[in-house]
Nanobody, 124 residues
Framework: QVQLEESGGDSVQPGGSLRLSCISS????????MAWFRQAPGKEREPLAV???????RYADSVKGRFTISKDNNKTPLYLKMNDLKPEDTAVYFC??????????????????WGQGTQVTISS
């Protein structure tokens, strides 16, 4: 079992930045994929970025160049640095944990464990 807890969500103005964190606990494998997704009201859960334990990263086109996923090692949190935030980035942001892939999937069903989410609101 893996427990995930996100933090760092806030309300910021357009153009601002935030860094989200996701702490893992429980029985975590040394080989994994981890991901960030988001879900806005009335919309489907949207993939943002993924990373494996070999630090291979992949981004959804919608956030490429603005968002950066990182994880220093197996024991440090998963981060999502978000720059140039826009009102359409308003959503609940979730981290997820799943089995290792050489190229991690952007499909939600590939991930076994999810956090409760953290709210990000972009508004002037």
């Amino acid at each position: 079992q893996v427990q995930l807890e996100e933090s760092g969500g806030d309300s910021v103005q357009p153009g601002g930045s935030l860094r989200l964190s996701c702490i893992s606990s429980g029985t975590t494998s040394r080989n994994y994929c981890m991901a960030w997704f988001r879900q806005a009201p009335g919309k489907e859960r949207e993939p943002l970025a993924v990373i494996n334990n070999k630090y291979d990263k992949r981004y959804a086109d919608s956030v490429k160049g603005r968002f950066t996923i990182s994880k220093d090692n197996n024991k440090t949190p998963l981060y999502l640095k978000m720059n140039d935030l826009k009102p359409e980035d308003t959503a609940v942001y979730f981290c997820a944990h799943g089995p290792y892939d050489r190229i991690c999937s952007l499909v939600a069903s590939r991930y076994n464990y999810w956090g409760q989410g953290t709210q990000v609101t972009i508004s002037s």
